[in-house]
């Protein structure tokens, strides 16, 4: 018994390193944050003996407008990621129309241009329709750039289901969008969060378009993190930790999210990984 729990014994511990340089970062983030520069500069590495609290108050009070701002766009924009993703993927699994597969290859073809390279294309566009410094200008491009990848993972996961579900419904009379909206979602929900946390988490952190769409008016939470000043009343070799506090805002609500959601997400994974 021993000689066959040994492994066990090794594999967990393994796993804690692993965990623990992993998690190292975000402790070292939160320490620090909690610091004075001169305890920062003494030892970068220790435990703050009085923990300086009002960090987080200052850098809240600096960003915690774009927090909103952020909020509002990503949600936005992940809603009708989905939402039209969700209908384009139903089309191409369970519709029969010409030239499916053609489009359903081009649409696949999307993943491999690099977005760098429809950087500045896309900024003239936005230019041109008159979405610079707009939300709008934000979001109608994270919905359109988020297409490709949602129906790649979705359409496969569609097909999965089985036809007899959607031949029975259809003979109690029931239309597409409504075999849609009772059997595909539901039985999608996993796969739909799993997405969703992913997409959030990306748009969250975006830092280059925002910065090209939006004035530092309507900045985001990447774009405040990123031109974060310290007040003039904090003393100036407290920057570094006031900066880390902003950043440990910023993670808190993807934190939560991911606190909450985590079942989905695994099972999520767990079954795109099947399907795929």
Known sequence: MVARRRPAIVLHIILLLLAGVSLYPMIFMVVNAAKTGIETGASPFSFPIHPLWQNFLQAFQATGPAFWRSGVIVSVSVFGMLLFGMLASYAFAKLDFPERN??????????????????????????????????????????????????????????????????????????????FGRIVVPLSVPIIVTLALLNVVGLWSDYILPSLILSTNHETVAMAIANFQPPPLAPSINAFNLQLAAFTLASIPIAILFLFLMRYFVAGMTNGAIKM
Do not use: H
């Open 102 to 179: 053609v489009l359903f290859y081009v649409v696949f073809g999307l993943l491999l241009v690099p977005p760098f390279l429809t950087l500045i294309p896309l900024f003239l566009e936005i230019k041109d329709m008159g979405l610079l410094d707009s939300r709008w200008g934000l979001i109608l491009p994270y919905i359109a750039g988020g297409q490709a990848f949602c129906i790649f993972i979705l359409r496969t996961f569609i097909r999965s289901i089985p036809n007899d579900l959607f031949e029975a419904a259809k003979i109690d009379g029931a239309t597409e969008l409504t075999m």
